[in-house]
């Protein structure tokens, strides 16, 4: 009982910090607010927004391995699946905002030139679309622990 609560506290821990910083990237990229501190702020917080989604998948992972169900419990779920599945959407999109992040650091750093508002628009409209997907994960997590829609 105790591996299982202090797995999921962790998992827990590490959803609520990748929320943390997905929020901040959204909130920091935005054109009317961005300077030079803010472009290598996102670095940063998306630094610590990538650490945050491999603790999650981490300790998810963990939970499936040596949670009380068992991996061959866990792994047969569909609903499982579907939460994988839209982590690694989310994993792929962020792709593109931590690529930007790191390009405006190096333009700034070389020519004190921030981003174009349209390109942060954009990149913004990324990290909103990453936002908007993972509160679909929790739904599949608590049907999951409901078991509802399970094999």
């Given at each position: 009982m105790t591996t299982e609560a202090l797995l999921a506290y962790l998992h827990f821990a590490a959803i609520l910090t990748l929320v943390v910083f997905m929020s901040s990237e959204a909130a920091l990229c935005r054109s009317e607010w961005l300077n030079a501190d803010v472009v290598r702020r996102l670095v940063r917080v998306d630094a610590i927004y990538g650490a945050a989604s491999a603790a999650v998948l981490l300790t998810g992972v963990a939970r499936t391995l040596w949670g009380m169900k068992g991996a061959g419990w866990f792994w047969s779920q569909p609903l499982l699946w579907t939460k994988l599945g839209l982590f690694v959407v989310i994993g792929l999109l962020s792709?593109?905002?931590?690529?930007?992040?790191?390009?405006?650091?190096?333009?700034?750093?070389?020519?004190?030139?921030?981003?174009?508002?349209?390109?942060?628009?954009?990149?913004?409209r990324i990290v909103?679309?990453?936002?908007?997907?993972?509160?679909?994960?929790?739904?599949?997590?608590?049907?999951?622990?409901?078991?509802?829609?399970?094999?």
């Amino acid at each position: 009982m105790t591996t299982e609560a202090l797995l999921a506290y962790l998992h827990f821990a590490a959803i609520l910090t990748l929320v943390v910083f997905m929020s901040s990237e959204a909130a920091l990229c935005r054109s009317e607010w961005l300077n030079a501190d803010v472009v290598r702020r996102l670095v940063r917080v998306d630094a610590i927004y990538g650490a945050a989604s491999a603790a999650v998948l981490l300790t998810g992972v963990a939970r499936t391995l040596w949670g009380m169900k068992g991996a061959g419990w866990f792994w047969s779920q569909p609903l499982l699946w579907t939460k994988l599945g839209l982590f690694v959407v989310i994993g792929l999109l962020s792709i593109k905002p931590t690529l930007a992040f790191l390009r405006w650091r190096k333009t700034l750093e070389a020519s004190g030139a921030l981003p174009p508002p349209d390109e942060v628009r954009a990149i913004r409209r990324i990290v909103m679309i990453e936002a908007h997907l993972l509160v679909l994960i929790p739904l599949a997590a608590v049907f999951l622990a409901r078991g509802i829609g399970v094999c």
